[in-house]
């Protein structure tokens, strides 16, 4: 049952199995937070961590910390952290890099491992970054690319049914309308076409359970800067399916995927695994951060988690409806990521004038207010107020002062 009143709410909060973990956040007052879908919040381990990786690791044991304190490993280890949150095995997942250039690995590994065909199927809206560096491996690949809308069913598989789509890129979660795609489905109509299939899990990674290895999927990345609260510019993941490993050749080919790096020898030779996916030295001291945050991640019941998530989105979607905008977001559960997307050609300034209100979401081009959900530390009466204070800004006609109108930065 959606609560529908405050105190209803409250009641809510005081039953809920993952209110502990709120206190495990240092969270700024008088803020509600909407936008863990872009930068997730500060774990409350997180600056220790950081700390003792800077002063007693790095400052104390200097070089030995690459063995002592497992430095080398991190992607490994880090990897192995994220593996159950995606429904992987822990040796399928390596971290490190960023988001694009491990989608720029996926793809041009899937290409080569699909030789016979040279289309690169993407989906119109997906997040740019997607879509570049699909342009970019193309380019160099000297594949084709094609976009189609990943919402319209027919339409992907007719694409994928012409027979020459080697490698399909689709986002689990759409960052723009929260669109839940069916992993396990569109996998298997890619599969029976002879298309490998790489997720984008950047909008999906700790906000829902992710099934990679049971939905049979090819390759995924995702960052961990978003839901898996590792900081801004967090490394990021990358999965690579067991049965594609002996094979998969990526083009970074630096010397920590190398099979053995300390032999310093001067031609290439993969690592095992999804090792061979890694480039060169990672940045540490931000790994830190990741593995504070995983800490906390593996203590989380994910069933509870999108239990909850759904409750919030669905409590803001039925609390925000007096204000009379509309749905981007797909009202049934099983197709809605842990986000709520509204239109308004003038969202951008309102989106200002929540923020103004302690609010915090974000405005997407053309015209996305875009509320990220992040159950770990989101209160049903945060989400309540969060609704209230949107209907006023809304109604009271706020938003119309010139001052919101100006765009600011990064948003
Ligand atoms: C779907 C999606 N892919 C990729 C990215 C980002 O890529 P990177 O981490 O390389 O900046 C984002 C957000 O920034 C995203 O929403
Ligand atoms: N990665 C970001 C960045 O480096 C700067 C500003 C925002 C971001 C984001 O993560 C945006 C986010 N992917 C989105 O869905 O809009």
Not at 8 to 27: I, V, Y
Not at 255 to 261: D, E, N, T
Request: glycine residues 10%; negative net charge; aromatic residues 8%.
């Amino acid at each position: 049952m959606t609560p529908t009143t405050r105190d209803d709410c409250l009641r809510r909060d005081e039953k809920d199995p993952l209110a502990g973990f709120r206190d495990e956040f240092l969270l700024p007052s008088g803020t509600v937070y909407l936008d863990g879908n872009s930068l997730g919040a500060l774990p409350a381990a997180t600056p220790g961590r950081v700390a003792r990786t800077v002063e007693q690791e790095w400052g104390e044991r200097l070089i030995a910390s690459w063995n002592e304190a497992g430095w080398w490993e991190k992607p490994r280890t880090l990897g192995a952290g994220i593996a159950p949150l995606v429904g992987a095995a822990p040796h399928e997942v390596v971290v490190g890099d960023g988001t694009s250039a491990n989608l720029f690995k996926a793809l041009v590994a899937a290409l080569r491992l699909n030789p016979e065909r040279h289309v690169v199927l993407g989906e119109r809206g997906n997040f740019p970054t997607d879509l570049y560096i699909t342009e970019g491996v193309s380019e160099i690949m000297g594949a084709v690319e094609r976009r189609v809308h990943a919402d319209n069913r027919a339409a992907l598989a007719g694409a994928l049914a012409a027979g020459d789509v080697a490698v399909l890129l689709l986002s689990h979660v759409d960052y723009s309308t929260g669109a839940l795609r069916d992993m396990a489905e569109i996998t298997r109509l890619a599969h029976a076409n002879g298309t490998l299939v790489v997720w984008d899990l950047c909008h999906s990674a700790g906000a829902l359970p992710v099934e990679l290895a049971s939905d049979r999927a090819d390759f995924a990345v995702g960052c961990t800067y978003k839901y898996l609260n590792a900081g801004p510019g967090a490394p990021a993941f990358l999965f690579a399916a067991e049965r594609h490993h002996a094979a998969s050749r990526q083009p970074l080919t630096g010397w920590h995927g190398h099979a053995r790096p300390f032999d310093f020898s001067a031609g290439y030779a993969p690592a095992e695994g999804a090792s061979r996916f890694l480039s060169g030295s990672q940045p540490v001291v931000a790994a830190a951060a990741l593995e504070a945050s995983l800490e906390l991640w593996q203590r989380v019941d994910l069933g509870l988690l999108r239990e909850k998530s759904l409750a919030l989105t669905d409590l803001f979607i039925e609390a925000t409806r007096p204000a009379g905008l509309r749905l981007a977001t797909p009202r049934e559960p099983e197709r809605r990521g842990s986000q709520v997307s509204l239109r308004h050609p003038d969202g951008y300034a309102m989106v200002r004038a929540l923020i103004e209100r302690g609010v915090v979401g974000d405005f997407r081009a053309p015209d996305i207010l875009r509320f990220g959900f992040a159950p770990l530390y989101l209160r049903y009466a945060d989400v309540f107020d969060a609704a209230q204070a949107l209907v006023e800004v809304v109604r009271s006609g706020e938003w119309r002062d010139p001052r919101f109108a100006v765009a600011t930065g990064v948003t």
